[in-house]
Each structure stands twice: as structure tokens, then as C-alpha cells.
């Protein structure tokens, strides 16, 4: 309780300090597309991965130094399965920053993780809108979309995602045998 009676401090205070408003986060999409132009150069998977993680520094930026420490302490809080703490502090961090993309990709993934597809769904779909090439908030929808059991919208998304990057570990789904696989394709 004092971890979220600390983050909402520090957002109040941010808030007061900006004019009320969450600034602007910064404009990596320059930077994202040149990621994934290597990522789909890359000639094998641990090239891909190695260039993967890239993308997370640009995804993870946030818009300030408070919307920053909300951020990492809701990742540091679903590293520890304190799947309702994180939540709580995306909450905390999407009604300050509405426009930053990845307080719903990891709000989605806390919900995900928590198996309320439900609850997931539209956060993703707002992290792709305010972030179209966000590759890992794509295939999280294709795996929602699994979870809800909407197997040709999540082979469709998945799809998607690959051809952003070829190399994801979710690829696999739409082999032989994997529970999205292309019709017509059984061995």
C-alpha cells in the first residue's frame, strides 16, 4: 500500500510540475523501424533476439523521470508475480500518460499473465494504435486472441507480428501441429 500511496505521490507531483499533463514520450519510431529493417536482415534467431532487445530501450522510455519509476517498479513488480501491484501501478501510469504506449502493452501483459484475456485485449489494441509497429504488443494480441480461443484473428495478428519480425519465438505456433496453423496443413 505505500509503494502505490508513493506512486501516486510522485505522479501528483510530476503532474504539478508539468501543467497537469503527462509530456509528450519520446518519438523513437524512427529508431524502431531501423531495429526491425536489421531484425528482418538478421540471419538467425539469436542475431534477431540480440537486435530484439533493442527495441525494448526505445518502448520503454517513458515520457518522464516519474512516469519512469512507475514504469520499472510495475515490470519489477510482474518479474515478482505481483500481478495486482503491477496492474496498479499501469493504472497509475496510463491516467498520467494516455498517450504513452507501453503502460498498456504492460498492463495487457499483467492481464494476460493473469489469464483475463478479456482485460488485455483493449489494452493492446491501444498500444498498437499509439504504436503500430510495436511487435511484442502484436504477437501479445495474437496470443490473447489464442487465449479467447479466436483462432483465425490470432493466426491473422500473429502473422502480422512475423512479418515485422520474422524471427519471433511465437512462429512456432503456426507450425505443424501448433494450435495455429494454417488450415489444410496437417502432416
Known sequence: MKQIAFAFILLVASTAANGGECPAAPDHSADVLNVISQIQQAESEQAARVLSSRLWE??????DESAQEVLDRGMTRLRAADLL????????????????AEGYNQRA??????????AALPDLDKAIELSPNHVAAISGR??????????EEARETLNAALELNPWMSERHLLAPGGPLEPPGQDI
Open 142 to 151: 495474437a496470443l490473447t486472441l489464442l487465449g479467447l480461443n479466436r483462432i
Open 58 to 63: 526505445y518502448w520503454a522510455d517513458a515520457p
Open 85 to 100: 501491484g503491477a496492474i496498479e501501478d499501469f493504472d497509475s501510469l496510463v491516467a498520467y500518460c494516455p498517450f504513452y
Open 109 to 118: 501483459f499483467a492481464n494476460y499473465l493473469r489469464q483475463d484475456f478479456e
